[in-house]
């Protein structure tokens, strides 16, 4: 089963930011946190991952608590391209038991 | 970022056949391919890890002389579902780590549509 907890939908306007939550409260020191994303009928696309430290990329921000329970990710300005599942998801640091586990994940829809 | 291939996008087959899915890094080579299956409205649930040379891991329920999964080379790996019913009718999607010295990251492929008749 997914260790994750994320809402089941959100919603916000064309060009506002977003920020989608998920709760990790069993995570281990070595988990890191990966976000991806699926548009319909399409594969998961990669957004972002990172362990301790906040991180940016083109895509998005990953804003992570100090306490690493909790982690958000931010897109800066959406657009309706923005719309799709959003999946957070922690794993081990990569090693021969390495895989990713999916839970329902966040819904976001774009409004114009 | 690194792109992963499959083939075909779609296919549709009689039940008792057997079918074939590609699934290709095409700029990166992948030590560790992995097999989804995803059910209309639902998540992606993960079927087998394969490692190149290797036999594929299975996940818990996942019947390995159902789907045989070959991974022959460092960009390509292999599903054939065997004698397909139509409860195989599902999405697959493949992904593929390795490229690049990133071992954090996997990258999906755009997915196979089966549909068994």
């Known amino acids: 089963d997914a260790k994750t907890t994320q809402p089941n939908s959100m919603e916000s306007n064309e060009e506002e930011p977003v920020h989608l939550p998920c709760n990790h409260s069993?995570?281990?020191?070595?988990?890191?946190i990966h976000w991806y994303r699926q548009l319909p009928s399409q594969g998961p696309e990669y957004v972002i991952h990172g362990l301790t430290s906040n991180v940016n990329n083109r895509m998005a921000s990953l804003a992570i608590a100090e306490d690493r329970k909790s982690s958000t990710l931010i897109l800066h300005r959406a657009t309706l391209r923005d719309a799709a599942v959003y999946y957070c998801?922690?794993?081990?640091?990569?090693?021969?038991?390495?895989?990713?586990?999916f839970g329902k994940g966040t819904l976001l829809t774009v409004n114009p | 970022g690194a792109v992963v291939s499959q083939h075909p996008s779609w296919v549709i087959c009689k039940s008792g056949t057997s079918v074939k899915i590609e699934c290709r890094s095409l700029?990166?080579?992948?030590?560790?391919m992995f097999w989804y299956r995803q059910f209309p409205k639902q998540s992606l649930m993960l079927m087998a890890t394969s490692n190149e040379g290797s036999k594929a891991t299975y996940e818990q329920g996942v019947e390995k002389d159902k789907f045989l999964i070959n991974h022959a080379s460092l960009t390509l790996s292999t599903l054939t579902v065997t004698s397909a019913h139509p409860e195989d009718s599902s999405f697959y999607i493949c992904?593929?780590?390795?490229?690049?010295?990133?071992?954090?990251?996997?990258?999906f492929g755009p997915g196979t549509r089966l549909t068994v008749l």
């Open positions: 700029d990166f080579q992948a030590t560790t």
């Open positions: 998801i922690e794993s081990n640091s990569g090693g021969s038991n390495y895989k990713l586990t």
């Open positions: 992904s593929a780590r390795g490229g690049r010295g990133n071992l954090h990251t996997q990258y």
């Open positions: 069993t995570i281990s020191g070595t988990d890191y």
